[in-house]
């Protein structure tokens, strides 16, 4: 999800992001998406027994560049002001119910990584199925397992 | 479609949804270390020395080896 910064502690490099929002009007990256009562259940389950640690995105055993303090969701739709990682403002973001946020705690490379503009934002990966959408935008019956990130 | 975006995935302005996920189990979270929105973003990323010593503390992945090797420059962007 893109570097849509709520809050951040500079003193304590902890930021407030969005991790992922649910619904077919939040399609991701992938062209993929998930309903709200899904992602719901499973940020309660990462929250609950997951993995806090945060790694670049692209290292395959790299080590821990942030701690994921705590992941929710809010059931409502929230409107905030956004900012960079440089605390500029980017605009005002409407977040759909059911958006998954985190508080993240940084290293110092990280956090300067975040402040000077160089990270894009949060992923999460996993695992699901997928299934298929119909161009009328019914799911079709054929899935797949796979690993996957959003 | 350009390599990145075969690697990263579609521009916004292009995305359509046409899978829903399902049964998701969430194992890992990751700072998103290059620009999924722009190649320039990722050559100014591999310039950053924060950027370049927290590659060396990682094993990376291939799309991260196929831009540190140089290869992007050799891709056409149109």
């Known amino acids: 999800m893109s570097f849509d910064l709520l809050a951040k502690s500079v003193e304590q490099r902890l930021t407030l992001l969005p991790i992922y929002s649910p619904g077919e009007e939040a399609v991701d990256l992938h062209g993929e998406f998930v309903r709200p009562e899904v992602l719901e259940q499973a940020i309660f389950a990462l929250a609950k027994s997951g993995s806090r640690e945060v790694t670049l995105q692209h290292a395959q055993d790299g080590a821990a560049v942030g701690e994921l303090l705590t992941a929710f969701v809010l059931p409502w739709e929230v409107e905030r002001p956004v900012f960079n990682g440089a605390g500029i403002q980017k605009g005002t973001r409407r977040f759909p119910p059911y958006t998954a946020f985190g508080w993240f705690k940084w290293s110092p490379e990280a956090f300067r990584l975040i402040r000077s503009g160089l990270a894009k934002g949060v992923s999460i990966e996993g695992r699901a199925k997928r299934r298929p959408m119909q161009k009328g935008g019914s799911a079709l019956s054929r899935e797949l397992r796979a690993g996957w990130s959003l | ?78």
């Not at chain 2, 100014?44 to 831009?67: E, H, I, T």
């Open chain 2, 1 to 78: 479609m350009g390599f990145l975006d075969e690697v990263i995935g579609l521009r916004k302005e292009e995305r359509r949804p046409h899978t829903e996920l399902e049964e998701i189990e969430l194992t890992r979270v990751s700072l998103v270390d290059h620009a999924a929105s722009g190649y320039d973003d990722a050559f100014l990323l591999l310039k950053s020395k924060d950027a370049q010593r927290l590659q060396k503390r990682a094993s990376l992945g291939g799309a991260f080896r196929g831009l540190a090797s140089g290869a992007v420059q050799r891709i056409d962007l149109g």
